[in-house]
């Protein structure tokens, strides 16, 4: 059973920066990819980052040149640093995984709880 737990969630001001993790056991098959999403009161979710197991990423153009994804896969750890953080980026971060190439597509078939991050002005 695949399970992803994310920890490094907390508040932080304005143009600071928080680095988030995400911890995966149960993964199978050496090919796939995992992604950070996060979802704002009343709105939907959407796609932040994504990685693939050769170290290609993706990013939403609302974070560009601010977050960076990447992954320890001796530690089963996927990253999200978090610089230069704005109000709007305050949400619930969720990470995702799977074995079909998804990229910021909310089709993942796996999911953490999620780790909540707010940014006050």
């Known amino acids: 059973q695949v399970q992803l737990v994310e920890s490094g969630g907390g508040s932080v001001q304005s143009g600071g920066s928080l680095r988030l993790s995400c911890t995966v056991s149960?993964?199978?098959?050496?090919?796939?990819?995992m992604a950070w999403f996060r979802q704002a009161p009343g709105k939907e979710r959407e796609g932040v980052a994504a990685i693939d197991n050769d170290g290609n990423t993706a990013y939403a153009d609302s974070v560009k040149g601010r977050f960076t994804i990447s992954q320890d896969n001796a530690k089963n750890t996927l990253y999200l640093q978090m610089n230069s953080l704005k109000p709007e980026d305050t949400a619930m971060y969720y990470c995702a995984a799977d074995y079909q190439e998804w990229w910021l597509l909310l089709k993942y078939n796996f999911w953490g709880q999620g780790t909540q991050v707010t940014v006050s002005s």
């Open positions: 149960g993964l199978i098959y050496s090919r796939y990819w």
